[in-house]
């Protein structure tokens, strides 16, 4: 009985992104091509386009999720800093006159 030495696979974050990218693209195919084959009003000439298409959704859906966790990020900063805030009524009621 010959016993061979395991190797332990890793995998890089860049690997494990590239995965998950992929993972995701093919889903959106497959959802695509569902639409294709049973809703008649969408209509995808080849497979080539609904590929595109797909990649196309996962760029654009990875972009509004980036833009949406900023904007989270900034409404974050901005209710953290409380003295901040106070600062900036002070300057507002002072330059609107108000005592």
Do not use: C
Request: hydrophobic share 55%; charged share 20%.
């Amino acid at each position: 009985m010959t016993s061979e030495p395991q190797t332990e696979l890793s995998v890089t974050p860049a690997q494990f992104r590239f995965a998950r990218a992929l993972t995701e693209i093919l889903v959106y195919i497959v959802v695509l091509n569902l639409f294709v084959e049973y809703v008649h009003a969408v209509v995808i000439e080849s497979f080539s386009i609904s590929v595109v298409t797909a990649v196309l959704l996962w760029l654009m859906l990875a972009a509004i999720m980036r833009l949406e966790r900023r904007v989270a990020e900034y409404f974050r900063r901005k209710a953290s800093d409380y003295d901040r805030w106070l600062r900036g009524m002070r300057r507002m009621q002072a330059a609107l006159g108000a005592e």
